[in-house]
């Protein structure tokens, strides 16, 4: 007898799956996210965060520039909160550039992207940040930023409005199965252990690069590669538009303004693993050498953190290696394929095309499951409103800039200061059950992504862990502590200039004025399950409603 | 400019060797290389709270503690310093923090064990009046206070944590939040706004009187953030204690450090009143070496070059926060005379991989003579007539064993008295 029962159960909680769980749920299937770890936690919540405009595939991958430019215009329609729409810079910085222009603006031209070459002069005053060894520049309206938490956030928040289940830290572990159909999920508690089935009538493997992992559980071969992608996080802007080397795709060569820092991406290496992400210095050395050819300001700018993701390319059997695989993506249909009804996979694509991935396979899924109902992600907004702003980003920090005085923004209590996320930003999420640790809340909200790295907000979230979500001070405390743990392992790899006087008194906030060292020699942890596993999170429990406390509303009680 | 001795740095150390020379009848000028670590996170002077890193017990006798250590490590600043120095200075410290109106207590034979905003004992030797009804040696029930809109110090939070640390039981730590009289709920305090309100005395009788209503029978002392009064620190805390009728003590909080503000203000004031001038925000970039001595340090101050001459000099850095080391990406370069304190060929090899560990990059700084003289590589002081003090000196990281502010006291006398006989 399995635990609980859906219509169709979505392995993984990146934006390919956020999309496909909104897409079945507005088709009026019943559906349910399954995900190992926290949404937004493995690929999508560590890109670089660029909107492509399909300028960066638009030579050697036509057909995924061709997507981007159409999925592109979609999400300023249907997620325009979640973009800055910063326009972008091709920029020539040598001979070698400037003998990829004209494929550049060939390929623009058969994508349909729209290309406008600028003089020099003209782009230094748009953009004084450019570096003087640009010698051609291209505008390219259509680049942005695409923020990657609230695009996942708003997705599945948007879902679950139509019923959709969320089951963050569960790891499918195997498949129920009637026959050669499947019929149903095994998961395991990745923090409490537990093991639960859940019965369904088909399963969309959406888990990227992962994918491969999730099919051999029903023996039955996906092969993705996945491929290192390392990224450094600059304290401000740097520039105002994003800004692409005009040549062949390569390491380090774009630049993203995104909310209050710039990100500067990326290198390419495969890795036998998704989860094996070293970061080494000479691709952090890399990216900043790079960078600086294009912008000023990027050699001298505060670096805060490094951080690595993995792209789940897709191998369609040719011979190509990282860059030079296609972007493009595929769904497979493994009934067709391998004689294994009710299970799906989608490989492949990248975060500007989420939604058509998401549209397709789902199209497939809506045909086997006899529903007709067709597609309407690309006409609704992700708050499923028209009249006001997504409400996940009804925030200071993305309405604009408060006032430094006379506007009543400023009085308001922060939780974080350098994010500006104040009290009612982060408290809903503590009565979320998808919601298990400290990052979780950072994912959802921004909090501890700015200059301090959490010294400061990590103790104000450890104290709302006691006052909003009833955990004792000791859970509080390592989860404090997990918080600030996985912030530094970022930080180490850029640890020089200001770097060093922030972790000085980040030390002497949480090491010499709270003794906190100490704390974590001398008690046990109070969760046995965190003993001897430094990588596990502290796990919050779930929110548990009071003696004369309305009774939260988690979604599994929908 | 010409001084006798020019002592540089913003920190304990820095503070204490000034006053050291003029104290001693000396011509000292104090310059500031940038803003002081007391800003941030300074609350009590913490002689050693540990015998090493990785112990648990705390120590409970500092002066013995640091006897112990010198006897085991010899190169330790603490040994290269001296107990003497440690007495001497601690002793200079307490007579001048009563001299500049502070009520202070602890002394080198005990060290007190106080409660931190997560609820932590933490071991501390030489603290404020206003903190040290926090001891946790003494039994008696705690009470944490709190306000509402006020982010920066939770009362369950550290109740909670302390009531499993302490082991006395649930009973004995309660928690409190209090609305403040006369704000909207939601607006945002920081701790410089609360410890100005708490100047006001109405305020304080309202929150007084709002506090002893909420108390019940079995209080015997609380703890509330560091926030009574931005200046005039005993006043303040001595009249709220009277208005509640129990004894009050005061928990740092995040920064900004209001404990610490209130030290260092008093005590800059206190020195420049009596005679010594401070240079303000002036980062040094060059040493003049000739013959074995420095003949002159070269400052930039509000975009000017100023040239300082001075018999001898204090260097009283604090390890990276003031800025005034270089942290280049490979290479760490001292200001004065551009050696290179560390070299790493990648930068994570300056940190270890948990926050939590000793760091290799707060070891970084001067290794230092057995008079406390920059050394070369050669072992041969850079300049007879420099002397380096507290954090600027290379190979030990007080964190894990809470010794910043007896290593400053110590490092920071003994310099003073090495330039003086220079």
């Given at each position: ?6 219509g ?14 909104r ?24 890109s670089h965060?660029?909107?492509h ?12 520039a061709?997507?981007c ?8 329609r ?24 004209p494929?550049f603006v ?10 406008e070459?600028?003089?020099?002069e ?11 060894h ?14 990657p ?31 050669n ?18 019965a369904c ?26 491929v ?9 802007r ?8 005009c ?7 774009i630049?993203?303004?995104a ?7 990326t ?25 600086s ?8 700018a ?8 993995v ?19 595929a ?7 391998d ?12 975060v500007?095309?989420?939604?058509l991935?998401?549209?397709?396979v789902?199209d497939?899924?809506?045909r ?5 109902t ?34 009543e923004?400023a ?8 994010e ?7 408290k ?18 921004r ?17 709302r ?18 918080l ?23 030390a ?6 709270f ?5 974590l020699?001398?008690g ?6 965190h ?5 596990t ?8 409603p009071?003696?004369g ?10 | ?8 740095g ?6 204490v060797?000034?006053r050291?020379l ?18 941030f ?6 002689v ?12 409970e ?27 001497g ?9 009563g ?6 207590q ?6 007190l ?6 609820g932590?004992?933490?071991?501390c ?9 926090g ?8 009470v ?13 939070l550290?109740?909670s ?9 649930d ?7 209090l ?9 945002l ?37 560091a926030v009574l009064?931005?200046?005039h620190d ?64 070269h400052?930039?101050s509000?975009?000017?070059?100023l ?14 926060v003031?800025g ?6 490979h ?41 406390l003289?920059?050394?070369?590589e ?10 380096v003090?507290?954090?600027a ?14 290593l400053?006291?110590a490092?920071g ?10």
């Open positions: 007898m399995p635990d609980s029962s859906t169709v159960v979505v392995i993984g909680g990146g934006s390919t799956g956020a999309g496909v769980l897409d079945l749920t507005m088709r009026g299937i019943d559906a349910m996210l399954v995900e190992k770890g926290d949404l937004a936690s493995g690929t999508t919540g560590r965060g660029l909107l405009s399909g300028g960066r595939y638009c030579v050697n991958d036509l057909a995924a061709i997507e430019v159409e999925e592109g215009r979609i999400l300023r249907i997620a325009r909160t979640t973009i800055e729409d910063t326009g972008g810079y091709f920029v020539s910085v040598s001979e070698e550039d400037e003998a990829w222009e494929r060939d390929g623009c031209a058969k994508a349909g992207i729209t290309c070459r600028i003089s020099v003209e782009a230094r005053r748009r953009e004084p940040a450019l570096s003087k640009v010698r051609t520049v291209f505008w390219i309206p259509e680049d942005g930023h695409l923020d938490f609230y695009l996942v956030m708003g997705n599945v928040e948007s879902a679950r409005r139509r019923g959709a289940r969320v089951r963050t830290y569960n790891e499918v572990t195997g498949f129920l199965k009637k026959g159909r499947v019929s149903g999920v095994k998961t395991r508690d990745a923090m409490t252990g537990e093991e639960t089935t859940i009538e088909a399963v969309i493997n959406a888990t990227g690069a992962w994918a491969g992992f999730v099919a051999r559980l029903l023996d039955v071969e996906v092969k993705v590669v996945p290192k992608g390392v990224m450094v996080v600059l304290s401000h740097v520039a105002h538009a994003t800004i692409n080397r040549h062949k795709p390569g390491d380090g060569d630049i993203v303004p909310l209050s820092v710039a990100i500067l991406g290198t390419s290496v495969r890795v036998p693993h998704p989860e094996t992400l070293p970061i080494e210095w000479d691709e952090v050395r890399h990216m900043i050498q790079e960078g050819l294009m912008a000023d300001g990027v050699s001298t505060r670096a805060m953190r490094a951080y690595a993701g792209r789940p390319l897709y191998d369609l059997g040719a011979e190509a290696e990282g860059r030079e695989m296609s972007r493009n993506f769904v497979i249909d493994h009934e067709q394929r004689g294994i009804a009710g299970f799906m996979s989608i490989v492949g694509g990248k500007t095309t989420y939604r991935m998401a549209e397709r789902t497939l899924v809506a086997r499951l006899g529903v007709t067709p597609c309407a992600t690309m006409n609704v907004p992700l708050n499923d409103r028209e009249d006001e702003l997504d409400q996940l980003r009804n925030r200071p920090a993305q309405l604009g800039v408060p006032k430094p005085h006379g506007d923004l009085l308001q209590s922060l939780v974080c200061e350098c500006l996320v104040r009290p009612q930003d982060v809903p999420w503590f009565e979320d059950r998808a919601v298990r640790t400290l990052e979780d809340i950072r994912r959802r909200t909090t501890g992504m700015g200059p301090c790295q959490a010294a400061i907000c990590s103790y104000r979230l450890a104290g862990l006691v006052t909003d979500r009833h955990q004792d001070g000791p859970t509080a405390i390592h989860a404090m502590a997990d600030l743990e996985t912030r530094w392992r970022g930080v180490r790899h850029v640890f020089w200039g200001s770097q060093l006087r922030q972790a000085q008194v980040t002497g906030i949480h090491l010499e004025l003794n906190l060292d100490r704390q020699m001398a046990p942890h109070p969760d046995p399950a003993a001897g596993n430094p990588a999170l502290t796990t919050m429990a779930p929110p548990q009071r003696e406390e309305t009774p939260v509303e988690v979604a599994t009680q929908r | 400019m010409k001084a006798d001795i020019a002592v540089v913003s920190g304990l150390a820095a503070l060797a000034t050291t003029q104290q001693a009848g000396r011509n000292a000028v104090l310059i500031w290389p940038g803003l002081s670590s007391l800003y996170t300074y609350a009590t002077v913490d050693l709270g540990y015998a090493d890193d990785t112990t648990v017990q705390p120590v006798q500092p002066e013995a503690g640091v006897a112990q250590l010198i006897a085991d490590h010899p190169e330790h600043p603490y040994a290269i310093a001296g107990l003497d120095a440690l007495r200075g601690t002793a200079l410290l307490t007579e001048w923090l001299e500049a109106g502070f009520k202070w602890g002394s080198l034979a005990r060290n064990l106080l409660p931190t905003a997560i932590t004992p933490k071991p030797c030489l603290v404020p009046d206003s903190m040290a009804a001891d946790l040696r003494r039994d008696e029930p705690i944490f206070c709190g306000f509402s809109g006020y982010e920066d110090f939770v009362p369950e550290a109740a944590n302390l009531a499993r640390a302490w082991g006395r039981g009973q004995t730590v309660r928690a409190l939040r609305a403040l009289p006369g704000f909207e709920p939601g607006r305090f920081t701790s410089i706004d609360l410890a100005r309100s708490f100047e006001n005395e109405a305020f304080r009788r309202d929150v007084a009187t709002g506090l002893r209503a909420v108390l019940d029978d079995g209080t015997v002392r609380i703890g509330m953030p009064g931005l200046t005993s006043d303040v805390h001595a009249q709220f204690e009277n208005e509640i009728g129990h004894p009050v003590f005061e928990i740092p909080t995040l920064p900004p450090s209001v404990l610490g503000l209130r030290l260092f203000d008093r005590l800059r004031k206190h020195i420049q009143e009596s005679g010594v001038e401070i240079i303000w925000a002036a980062p040094a970039h060059a040493a003049e070496v000739s013959d074995g001595r420095c003949r002159r340090i400052l930039k509000a975009g000017r070059e040239p300082i001459d001075a018999r001898a000099y204090v260097l009283a850095l604090e390890d990276t003031d005034a080391m270089r942290a280049g990406v290479d760490v370069i001292d200001p004065f005379f551009h050696q290179t304190l560390a070299h790493h060929a990648v930068p994570t090899e300056r940190t270890n991989e948990s926050l939590f560990k000793p760091q290799p990059f707060a070891s970084i700084g001067y290794p230092v003579t057995d008079r003289q920059p050394g070369g050669d072992g041969r002081p850079l300049a007879e007539n420099v002397f003090a507290g954090g000196i290379a190979g030990y990281d007080p964190v894990g064993t809470k010794s910043r502010g007896g400053a006291v490092t006398y003994r310099a003073a008295k090495e330039a003086m006989a220079a």
